[in-house]
């Protein structure tokens, strides 16, 4: 198979070694068709790019004879000729930048100790300059900037997985060679300091905060943002948690409280999309797709361009965009019509709901953003009652939430304010925030938040306690909750804290149970008053269930 490398000079190889990719002009259009892997680009486009304002007369012939030659290198099934010109059809994982940035993405969600791997791996691949050898040509210029500023990113995000896992005086060098170079970039300041604090050197860290100052003032006019001058006031203060990292809240130790607010019926589970388990034991059943997943699966079915980011809510909003919400809802559809089996957790939150009925306590609300029915079938299996609450995001009744009672009568929730059929203390309410699938053949309920289009209106609609029975309410309002598998990292997850409180902080104790939340996440749960725990959700449930057996059963006549 062959392999294309761009973060460095370009370089084409197969098992055999390097490869022949012939003059600089023929080395040009394959960076070309490189930097718009998998898109379609005109034969004027490609003229354009290659010779600029004045192509010679003969520059169609000319490509048409870079191109025959280039084929003979990489084969007529890579170079492939489609209307209106010319496609570059390469996996993902044959070019070093597409790996690159999946490694990125992957370390995102991944434990500390992990993240830190998938990025030394990730910088691993460059070799140098990206397109070294067309550092000045006029359609390399911004794919080039791009890159350099990923790789910067992912760099401060190494640096950062490393001073978690208690890293400091092996930085140093690393970190005042790159501030030197990056004066302005804060991040990469605040983790010098950090590390020069590390090795004993704190006047040299607070005077590295200094430096910095000067620099920010004198060329943009600003002063450090607060981040920056928190961490001087604690270096100056020699706050503890700045000599290792941050130690995490004993989550065990907090399971008893949960388990109290569950009792009282004050308790709102949140299943995010990082809630599953990446993958449960070997069964016959269909595995669900995670959301990176149904993001390449829909990136294959409609031609998504190789080099963007393939993030869900970028590649549903270039879909619908590009071919329509139909066809963008047929292929969502075939991916989560199908019978999913329920994880360890869903069956865990139903045995969890079996045992708050069987002692009496009011239920708890959860509330999830998947699309599937695997938690409702969990339900079922378990012979749980349920009802489901739905949002709706397309359509005339875009807004509005569908109530589907645990009979099995569905009715719209036309005026929330009056509308009683629903109580939450009867049963366990399952709250879709985002759509799901409709399994019925006429799908008339079906509806996906799943575009940045969908989002912004999700965001941009009341806040969910006027929208939803009037019976939610006072849960929304008035209860803990628990967030589970709730990345904070892209922007789209963060819509449904705005959607509950706008900017305030939660009015009641609440946690979130988040493996691998890197110090940006944390932050933003502590911003939100909630205390974050870096432990598999299965853990947590685990721990719930025993807390729960233990805890006392009220005297009732």
Known sequence: MLEFRVLGPLEVANESGLLATGGQKQRALLALLLIHAGETLSIDRIVDELWGESPPRTATTSLQNLVSQLRKSLGTDVLVTKHPGYVLRVDPSQVDFLRF?????????????????????????????????????PFAEGE???????????????????????GGAELVAELESLVARYPLRERLRGHFMLALYRSGRQAEALNAYHQGRTALVDELGIEPSRELQRLYASILRHEAGLDVAAEQPDVIGHAEEIVKAAVAGRLVLVLGPGARHPREAETDQAVRPTPDEVAAYLANCFDYPANRERDLARVSQYVALMKGIGPLYDELHELFDREYEPGSLERSLATFAGALRHRGSPPALIVTAAYDHALERAFADADEPFDTVCYIGSGRHTGKF???????AVALVDVPNTYVDLVPDRRTVIMKVYGQVDRTPERRWESFVVSEDDYIDFLSAPELAGVVPVGLVSKLRRSHFLFLG????AWHVRV???????????????????????????????????DVFDIETADLVESLSAHLAQEPVPWTA
């Open 496 to 530: 449904l804290l705005h959607r509950l409180w706008g900017r305030e902080r939660v009015a009641y104790r609440s946690w979130a149970v988040h493996a691998g939340a890197d110090q940006v996440e944390r932050e933003t749960w502590r911003q939100r008053g909630i």
């Open 101 to 137: 940035e999946q490694l990125v993405a992957e370390a995102r969600r991944a434990s500390p100790e992990n993240r830190a791997r998938l990025l030394h791996d990730a910088l691993a691949l460059w070799r140098g300059p990206p397109l070294a050898d067309f550092a000045y040509e």
């Open 402 to 408: 569908l109530h589907v009672s645990a009979e099995g």
């Open 486 to 489: 709730y990345p904070l990292r």
């Open 144 to 166: 080039i900037q791009r890159l350099e500023e990923l790789r910067l990113e992912a760099l401060e995000q190494r640096i950062d997985a490393d001073l978690v896992a208690g």
